[in-house]
Structure formats: structure tokens, C-alpha cells
């Protein structure tokens, strides 16, 4: 019998609408602005005294809260508003010192039994929460003279120990160039170095009666050390943001040589700026003796008083990559200090050095990678152009009065929030390359607020406008569409719901385009089966004609619709891939609901019964 759905069919259609609900219902359940407070260390816990002396904190400055838990140790103080929430998390990190990682969080009102369920709500994006977009450019120039310079120091190593005699080694734009006097050491030096480095590509020249061999990465080989810079860069940024206790925070690699970071909930683009930014990290040194030669030594001002200086040995006992871990603390005087824990090798290197120079003085130096910005003018056009250097002082200068080991400490430091901003520097590790920003927008959580609720009006007023339409040119199966289109909506919020996709305003954009492409299934078939109907058909064999003969339209164009959305997808970035993941899933859902649930609702209001007319 035409225009009747077998019982598994219907039964299906069901059970996945009745699905579509629960995992959308989370969606009714907006979570509260909320402080998390997650200890530095394993071995503290959050107890309940922490958060007595948190909420007597609060109170005192009148700040609203409720729902204060603690639930695996992590305490969670829960706000009405979020300008409640900004204001208590940076109380809050004041009242409990360094030892806990106060982040801003989202604390879920979804009930338990649909928590059970794996049912939670959709998250929201940075334009709807409010917070900072950096993005962020690697310097693979810089990466690339960083390697070469780790070069230059092996080649002068195994140069040596082959007792192979050069002039000098120079560097000049990513080539590499020795220079020999005669053509015995040149022709060893090619067979020892083509057979030691592989990755360079080797060429000839002379000049007068200087002999010179350059070296120059192969291509593959500088493309492997510009990802390698942009990963570890990539890596160094998830745990600096991860130190600044920032909740569902998103790093992320944008084409060759670029990182997106969007800081939900952050405000602060000065501090934010500060810690991605900042490419330091320390060497620890000897300072000269005074007889040392004038090219063993190298002359560095101190920190906090640039005409003070002291002169250094070129030597590097170890750097910061080889601390394991850092914290910030305070002397036996009050005075801020950094707590510093070295690694295997770093604390056996730094054992050897010390112990045979007691009484000697080791300085710390902190290493700076910066940037300068000045505009020029090529071929008529005013641009900026960017121009890196390295600034170097010295932040402590300390006399050894025993050997150190793996534990030890960096004094000499201005103020508390510079040991706690180098002790996060020390933790997180140190850029693999400058880094420099590119872009950085700042949101505010009233504008998400105000994006939210313009969003949903948005969503409303379209809903309004297309169910009017369709009631009111297609009546009885209008009526029908509508449902589909309700049906539609929830399917497609259970999906972004159970896929954990990101909601943000261009989403919702997609979400009304959505609504439009989900009747417009419609009207290519009720439109179909009005032509049925005039061609002489029957109503039952219009609405077959109507549903089976639209199929192929309606499939092509959804299908064209779909790849553009996936292409959107793969190449796009941001907001652009917040528009193209509700599209794409808002296509599925009405395919789904224009043809197999507005079929199905057909079927039971006019199919296996006479029918003399349609109510079309």
C-alpha cells in the first residue's frame, strides 16, 4: 500500500527524535560562571578550611557566591554573574597565595540523570563567553639561525678533534661557510663533514688565496626544523596557557607557521600578552677570573641597574631547559626568590661546575628574545618592518659556598610577581623560536552576554517568519513542515551537543541558514505534489510522485551545499569554522527530517484512506 511506513520504520524515526531530545535537553540547562581552585602540587589538598577562608574573603568584599563543593581536589565556587566571577578569582589567588591555580570555569546545572546519560550541553565560543584571540606568528628565520648556530659549535667540535685546521667559521643568511688555507684540510673536511652532516648541501669557492666550503640546509631538512620550532612552540604555549589556569582554552596550529590561542573568560590582554609572548629563559655562568682572556669573556649589565656590570665566561654551566620545576617563594628576609629544581644531567653538570669553584661567583643570566618594529618604504608603500634581537643581564650574581645539586635557589629579584612570572617561564619551558603577535581581538562578557541574546532572537524571529509562511501557503502540510522544522532544530542541537562542538555567533548564523534550506526541502515536494494534483493524479499517487520524484533534487542540491561546508571546514579558521560545522550538520538533520520525518507525519494523517483532497 502506497503512503504507509512499516512499523520498524516509524518505531526508528521515533527513537531517534526521542534521542534528538534528551542529548539537547542539557541545552535548557545554561551552566554558572564558577572559580575552580586546583592545588600546584599533589601532595596538597583543597580542604574545607580553603574554603572557609575563601568565602569569608568574598564576603568581606561583597561578592555574591553559592554552591561552594569540593569534588576530586578541585574546589568550585559557583556566581550568579560573570563580572562576580572575574573580581573573586583575582581575590581569591591573592587569599590562597602560589599554591593553588585559581582558573576560570564553567560549573554544570545539567541533572545527573542526564549527566548519566553522557548527555551535556554545547560549549560556547569566545564571541559568545567573552575573552582574548591571539594569533600568533613563529619567526622561522630565527629557528632556522638558532639551528645553525648549534651547527657551527658541532662543526667546530669534530673540526678539532680531527685536528683539521681552519681560519674561521662564519654565518651569513642560513649558509654556513669555513674557511681554509690549503686544499688538504678542504678535501678532508668535505668527506668528514658530508659523511657527520647529511643534511647540508656542500659548495665550493675562493677568494684570493682563501679557500671556502659552504654549507647550506638542504630544503627538507629546513622545512623538518621550522615544524619542529612551530610544535615545540605550540607545546610551550599549551603549558604556559595551562600555568595561567584558564578554562577549555583552545592552541592550535594555523597553516605553516602560525598558532591561534583563544582565552575564554580572560580579560587582562597586558598580563595574557606578557606570559605567551615572552621567548626568556636563563643560563647560569661563572664570572670571569682576572686573568681570563678577552675572547673566553663576555661583559653583561644587571637587570635592575643597567651601569652596573660584570664580566662573564663565554661558557654556559646549564639553561633553563634543564629545570624540571620552579616556584615561586620568599627568603628568610622577605624577599621574593624562585625555588628551582634542575633535572638529571643539568644537576650533574651543575654539581661539576661548582664544586671545583667555591668561593667563585655564578651569575644568572636571563635571556630576552625581543622584537623591534619600525616602518620603511618599499616600492612605495609605507610597511612595518620587524626586527628581532637579543637583550641579556644578569638577575643574580652569588658567591658558591658549596656544591650545588638538583635543588637550589635564584635571589636577587625586584618583586613578587616577577619570581612568579619567571618561575611560570621556567615551568612551562622556553620558545623554541621568537614568536611574535600578529592579531589579538579582546571580548568582553557583556558583549557575549548581548551576542547570546541577540543570537537567539535571531533564531526566533527566523523560526517565526518561516512557520507563518509555510501555515499559511501550504496549511495542513505546513502545519507538517513546522514539526519537521521543530524536529530538525532539536536533532541538530543534540549532535553539536554530543559531538562537543562549539557554538559560536557565526554558528548560529548557520543555525538560521539552516532553518531556511529545512523547508525549502519542503516546497520542492509539496510543490511537486501540487503538479501531481494538476497533471490529473490522485491525491495518494501525488504525495508518492511528490515525495519519490523530488528525492534526486533535493539530495544534489543538499550534496553540492554539504561539500562547500566541509571545504569551509578544512581551510577555514575561527568563526569561519563555527559557521561551517552547524551548516554541515544542519544539512544532515534536514535531509533527515525533510524527507524521512515529514513522510512519515504525511503517512499517518493521510495514508492507507481515501482521500478526495489535500489540504495543500
Known sequence: MINKYPLWKYLLILVVVAMGVVYALPNLYPDDPAVQLTPQRGSVQVSERHLSQVTRALDKAGIEYFGEEIENNNGIIRFKHDEDQLKAKTLIQGTLGQDFVVALNLAPTTPQWLMDLGAGPMKLGLDLRGGVH????????????????VYISEIKTLLRSERLRYRRITRDEGVISIRFTNDEYLDKAKSLLRREFVDFVQTER?????????????????????????????TTLRNRVNELGVSEPLVQRQGRNRIVIELPGVQDTAAAKRILGATANLEFRLEASSDAGVLDTEEYPFRDNEARRATLERDIIITG????????????????QVNIDLDTQGGKLMNRATRNNIRRRMAVLFVEHKVKTHTVEAEGERIEKRVPFVEKHIISLATIQSA?????????????????ELALLLRAGSLAAPIYFVEERTIGPSLGKENIELGVTSVQIGMAMVVIFMLAFYRVFGLIANVALTANLVLLAALMSMMSATLTLPGIAGIVLTLGMAVDANVLIFSRIKEEMRNGASPQMAIHAGFERAFVTIFDANLTTLLVAVILFAVGTGPVKGFAVTLSLGIITSMFTAIMVTRALVNVVYGGRQVKKLSI
Open 404 to 420: 650545588l645539586g638538583n635543588s637550589f635557589r635564584i635571589t636577587g629579584l625586584d618583586s613578587p610577581s616577577e619570581s612568579s
Open 206 to 234: 675562493s677568494e684570493g688565496d682563501d679557500l671556502f666550503l659552504d654549507l647550506t640546509l638542504s630544503e627538507q631538512a629546513a622545512r623538518d626544523i621550522e615544524d619542529y620550532a612551530v610544535k615545540q612552540n605550540l
Open 134 to 149: 591571539f594569533l600568533m606568528e613563529v619567526d622561522m628565520k630565527e629557528a632556522l639561525a638558532q639551528r645553525n648556530e
Open 321 to 336: 631547559n634543564s629545570v624540571s620545576n620552579a616556584q615561586s617563594a620568599f627568603d628568610e628576609n622577605g624577599r621574593p
